[in-house]
């Protein structure tokens, strides 16, 4: 009797997400955002990056551009945490998934003179996979090399609290019957030729998501002699879902935008500013590692 107790007493445990925005918790990590107001081009954050995922160049009339690769940032936060200036905060928000590479990429450029932001016309979204699977995705997920983060993260999908089978996704134990290549981790070079041979496997027509930080652009292993890279440096990837590891509304956004049934906020990727006054000090000491 005290199971059923219990059971009547929780209600259910079943997360209202997607129907039911769930703010991420005060302790997840996320990406940093930058205010360009406070930003003096230091470059403490780039300096102390451990992937090289921020990056700050030198502009032209004294100007410099920041810029932000999600397909390399792991979430770890020092740069927030090295900003003399504060101009960096972690920004909880989770639900980023693109279609393209370059997506993954923010910048915000600095210049003399002011200027109105450049709007970016957002790329509207294929339509061919709604039409296609209709409103069911069967998966097969691929490890090809991951720290386990987002698989961890993937596996509580089909559990009772996310139980993405209520909204007619699920996973499948072969590639021939699968929809989608759900890739998490840096390509290995060993796992590279079976990541090959399962993508070609796959029937069409078929999707490729990259899964995780390491998946998008090779994570702190990039450049290794054991790493290929990223998954698209392999095959090609239809959606890049970042995170270090992403959180299970993340990876549930990603998938209904991938089914046509979710329309992704597109970010802006690139913004030109005025240079801030002289407030908080001059861009004296671009690159050094501390404040």
């Known amino acids: 009797m005290r199971p059923l107790f219990e059971r009547f ?12 925005a769930e703010p991420a918790p005060s302790i997840a990590r996320g990406f940093p955002a930058l205010d360009p107001a406070l930003c003096r081009g230091h470059a ?3 300096a102390t990056c451990p992937t090289g995922a921020i990056r700050v160049e030198d502009g032209a009339s004294g100007g410099w551009r920041w810029l932000l690769d999600l397909g390399r940032c792991v979430a770890c936060g020092r740069c927030a945490e090295v900003c003399p200036t504060e101009a960096l905060r972690i920004d909880p928000a989770y639900e980023f998934v693109y279609p393209r590479r370059e997506d993954l990429v923010r910048s915000v450029t600095f210049q003399a003179t002011s200027a109105d932001p450049l709007p970016r016309p957002a790329e509207a ?3 061919r996979i709604h039409t296609i699977f209709g409103r ?3 998966i097969r997920h691929l490890d ?10 993937m596996a509580t999908l089909l559990g009772p609290v996310y139980d993405v089978q209520r909204l007619g996704i699920d996973f499948v134990a072969s590639p021939r019957h699968a929809d989608m290549l759900l890739v998490t981790g840096a390509v290995s070079r060993n796992l590279a030729p ?9 029937p069409e027509p078929r999707l490729v998501v ?3 930080t390491d998946a998008c652009g090779g994570g702190i292993t990039q450049g290794s002699y ?7 440096r392999v095959i090609p990837v239809d959606y890049y879902i970042p995170g270090d590891p992403p959180r299970p509304q993340a990876i549930i956004h990603g998938l209904l935008v991938a089914l046509g049934r979710r329309v992704a906020v597109a970010a802006t990727r690139d913004r030109v500013v005025a240079i801030p006054g002289p407030q908080g000090g001059g861009r004296t000491w671009k690159g050094s590692p501390s404040g």
Do not use: F, K
Request: net charge negative; charged share 15%.
């Open 144 to 153: 090809v090399g991951s720290d386990n983060g987002a698989d961890w993260e």
């Open 44 to 46: 403490a954050c780039a």
């Open 125 to 127: 979204l294929r339509v």
């Open 136 to 138: 069911s995705l069967h």
């Open 9 to 20: 007493r929780q209600r259910g445990a079943t997360a209202g997400y997607p129907v039911v």
């Open 210 to 212: 990259a899964l995780g």
């Open 226 to 232: 054991a790493a290929a890279g990223g998954v698209d």
């Open 194 to 202: 079976a990541l090959t041979h399962t993508y070609e496997a796959t």
